[in-house]
């Protein structure tokens, strides 16, 4: 299967306007990269929509996300950070923006979210049916895990980063939980090996994104990666891991 003949759900993109506020996280601010850019890198894909995920630098800003989702237009969702004061009217109304899910993210200095994590992610979920996503190096990932596993809808991003954190993700995606085949440059084993074992684990699981900008990472995202996938499972298996599976986890209709 060639990559640029398959469609394309992208679970996992950054749009960083500088328009909107930015924060510096550990002394790190992003170039800009618009709608404008991210539709003109993915221009040679039959793209069906996305997923606009807040970086650390955007901290708890709704304003971008809300101008993102509504210029990408259709089919494109968006992941936010909040915090845990975040009131059950602020939920709803980020709802019918498009926003579908909350993220903690452990990797960017927001270990404090770990006191919170349980109750906030259950809280969203009753309130307006939102999963929870994860960004969490190595040995954290297996730490987190009695509270991972016990929520009710879960990603992970970037593989789990690390091969410390393998065997506590395979356990994970066992249970049900999604994980991102994002990021190919931040992790630090084989890929086509982990994409093989956490398939076998759950056919469901894995989701693709292009981690487009690629902000910190070693290596920015490549037409290589979705090739990669395409080379490395049955061509129905890297269908539902380049659009069907995000499709459904994201709660968009079967017909994107």
Not at 215 to 222: D, I, S, V
């Amino acid at each position: 299967m060639s990559y640029n003949k398959v469609r394309l759900f992208d679970a996992h993109l950054h749009i960083i306007d500088s328009r909107f506020p930015l924060v510096a996280n550990q002394g790190y601010l992003p170039d800009e990269y618009t709608h404008e850019h991210y539709l003109a890198d993915m221009l040679n894909y039959e793209l069906v929509g996305g997923v606009v995920v807040s970086g650390s630098f955007q901290a708890q800003d709704q304003s971008y996300l809300q101008e993102a989702l509504k210029q990408l237009g259709k089919n494109f969702v968006g992941v936010t950070q909040l915090s845990p004061t975040v009131s059950d009217e602020e939920l709803i109304r980020l709802n019918h923006q498009g926003v579908r899910a909350i993220r903690f993210n452990f990797k960017r200095g927001g270990s404090g979210a770990i006191s919170y994590i349980d109750k906030l992610a259950r809280r969203v979920y009753d309130t307006v049916g939102w999963h929870s996503e994860v960004y969490a190096d190595g040995e954290l990932l297996a730490e987190l895990c009695p509270i991972l596993e016990s929520l009710p809808a879960l990603s992970i991003d970037h593989l789990g980063l690390s091969r410390r954190a393998f065997r506590t993700l395979l356990y994970l995606v066992e249970k049900g939980v999604k994980v991102k085949a994002s990021g190919f440059s931040r992790v630090d084993f084989d890929i086509p090996s982990a994409i093989k074992a956490l398939y076998a684990a759950n056919p469901d699981a894995l989701m693709f994104g292009s981690d487009l900008p690629s902000t910190r990472a070693p290596q920015r995202f490549r037409h290589e990666d979705i090739q990669l996938i395409c080379d490395t499972l049955e061509p129905d298996h890297a269908k539902r891991v380049l659009s069907g599976n995000a499709i459904r986890f994201y709660r968009l209709k079967s017909g994107v």
